[in-house]
């Protein structure tokens, strides 16, 4: 298991603070993070995925079924570990269209999806 130490960042408009990747043997989270504005301080787990343009399709397309089950199970089993079973849960995706060094447009999907096993 591999985590980048928390920072504060700003994503988009909305705080999100406690900012780790997570890497463990069977997969990884690329951010997870607590929403401050939220009602319950959800803990996030945020997918991205990025591309030049969109004549593959937008980038949250990427983010199938499987792939969704996958985050899912990392984001249970970092819960669980972190003894936060408890705690409310979101899934997020961000979305970055453009080329290096230039101008990138940014969306952030909040509840991108939910639980892939209900």
């Given at each position: ?78 819960l669980m570990i ?37």
């Open positions: 298991m591999v985590r980048i130490p928390p920072r504060n960042f700003c994503l988009t408009t909305d705080i999100l603070s406690s900012l780790e990747i997570f890497l463990v043997n069977h997969g990884e989270v690329d951010i997870i993070a607590i929403d401050h504005n939220s009602k319950e301080n959800d803990i996030v787990f945020v997918e991205v995925k990025s591309r030049i343009d969109k004549r593959c399709g937008n980038p949250a397309e990427a983010v199938d079924q499987y792939k969704q089950r996958h985050i899912y199970k990392v984001a249970e089993y970092y972190n003894h936060l079973e408890n705690h409310f849960v979101r899934f997020d995706i961000v979305e970055v269209l453009g080329k290096k060094n230039a101008r990138l447009q940014i969306n952030h999907i909040k509840n991108a999806f939910i639980n892939p096993f209900d």
